[in-house]
């Protein structure tokens, strides 16, 4: 069994177990928002480390908490690696210090068959998926799989196509993830003013034109291609609730407003009784 061992564990979050918990709980318990597990299809979180985006990021895991999927999707962008198509971790597990979460090996063999499998090594480094696990760890009741899913191209119409093939794929309880930052290292008025924009570009729903506006700089997400996949497949399952439960910048935790990186949890959710 392939364990992919964990690589920000004491820098981006606490690698001692009781810490790590009561980390969770404590941002868990901050975030103002209800838990809609019944509700939930999909979730945006930022990928920074807990001190900074560890509250928004709570705000999604606070909205799914109690939520029992066989499978979670994770989808993020590479940020050491350019390919082209997804990197589908295939097999084994994702360890954390909450302990080691297997990888749903059939479903992520199924979308490797449809979409290919390049650059393997691009999960052994990446924060963007492995930060959020702790949260499910603590969130989700129950056991669940992996399906973990990296980019590393520029969003574009085949991002679209797999969050597609998710919807037509999962049952119905299960979760996709899509892990962004927003805009990085601009003033706090200047990254309200652009975050703002990429949000609303995000809420319109439409995948195709979120592609667009990141390729003109009109948005800054950079885990846009994600994001893109998210969309699609919240739009596919008719998942038509869009929210977003918190933004904030870096700001609120360094007291730097020169220099900020933007943070939203958003959800999307189905329409129950």
């Not at 009561?22 to 299809?41: D, G, M, Q, W, Y």
């Not at 990888?103 to 480094?125: I, T, Y």
């Not at 299960?174 to 609303?200: G, I, P």
């Amino acid at each position: 069994m392939r364990i992919r061992k964990p690589a920000v564990s004491g820098r981006f979050y606490p690698a001692d177990p009781p810490t790590l918990r009561r980390t969770i709980e404590k941002h868990l318990a901050a975030a103002p928002v209800s838990a809609r597990p019944e509700a939930v299809a999909a979730v945006i979180a930022p990928h920074a480390g807990y001190p900074y985006s560890g509250l928004t990021a709570a705000h999604a895991f606070k909205r799914l908490q109690g939520k029992k999927p066989c499978r979670v999707v994770l989808l993020g962008c590479s940020h050491h690696y350019q390919f082209d198509g997804p990197s589908i971790f295939g097999d084994g597990g994702y360890e954390t210090p909450l302990g080691v979460v297997s990888v749903d090996g059939d479903f992520a063999r199924h979308l490797s068959a449809r979409f290919g499998n390049a650059c393997p090594e691009a999960h052994l480094k990446e924060h963007a998926l492995e930060v959020h696990i702790p949260f499910l760890q603590m969130a989700l009741e129950g056991s669940f799989q992996l399906v973990p899913v990296l980019f590393g191209s520029r969003p574009c119409e085949a991002h679209r196509e797999l969050g597609g093939e998710l919807a037509r794929c999962l049952d119905a309880d299960d979760l996709v993830l899509a892990s962004t930052d927003l805009s990085h290292f601009l003033c706090e008025e200047e990254a309200n003013a652009l975050d703002q924009r990429s949000l609303k570009q995000v809420l319109s729903k439409d995948a195709n034109e979120l592609c667009a506006a990141a390729a003109r700089g009109r948005c800054s997400l950079c885990g846009a291609s994600a994001v893109v996949s998210a969309m699609a497949y919240a739009n596919a399952i008719r998942a038509t609730r869009w929210k977003v439960l918190d933004y904030r910048t870096s700001a609120w935790a360094s007291g730097d407003t020169d220099r900020v990186v933007g943070y939203s949890a958003i959800s999307m959710e189905r329409d129950v009784a």
